[in-house]
Nanobody, 122 residues
């Protein structure tokens, strides 16, 4: 039900913008977020947004470089990624939940996108 797009190959220092939207407007989300999973590593939280107060959360690795934004009425969220480094290479997943949960609690999200590959070359 979530469609993610915008991944690709970029050189270190470059930028990418990921987008994610619900394919059906059948649920009202409490929170949406981006996670990522690098080869051989566990999936990790990147950034999240809570609609009720439009508050945002970021992993330490994303602070100052990534910006999450979105539109609650459209169940859509974007992730602007600047100053990319090779360590950002991963499959990025968008996620959504209709229930209160902590931003970084992966198990708290019921809906997941299919993932989009981001590759940063050095």
């Amino acid at each position: 039900q979530l469609q993610a797009s915008g991944g690709g190959l970029v050189q270190a220092g470059g930028s990418l913008r990921l987008s994610c939207a619900a394919s059906e407007d059948t649920f009202s989300t409490y929170r949406m977020a981006w996670f990522r999973q690098a080869p051989g590593k566990e999936r990790e939280f990147v950034a999240g947004i809570r609609w009720s107060v439009y508050s945002t959360d970021y992993a330490d690795s994303a602070k100052g470089r990534f910006t999450i934004s979105g539109d609650r009425s459209k169940n859509s969220v974007s992730l602007q990624m600047d100053s990319l480094i090779p360590e950002d290479t991963a499959v990025y997943y968008c996620a959504a939940t209709v229930r209160p949960t902590y931003a970084s609690n992966m198990r708290g999200y019921e809906y997941w996108g299919q993932g989009t590959q981001v590759t940063v070359s050095s």
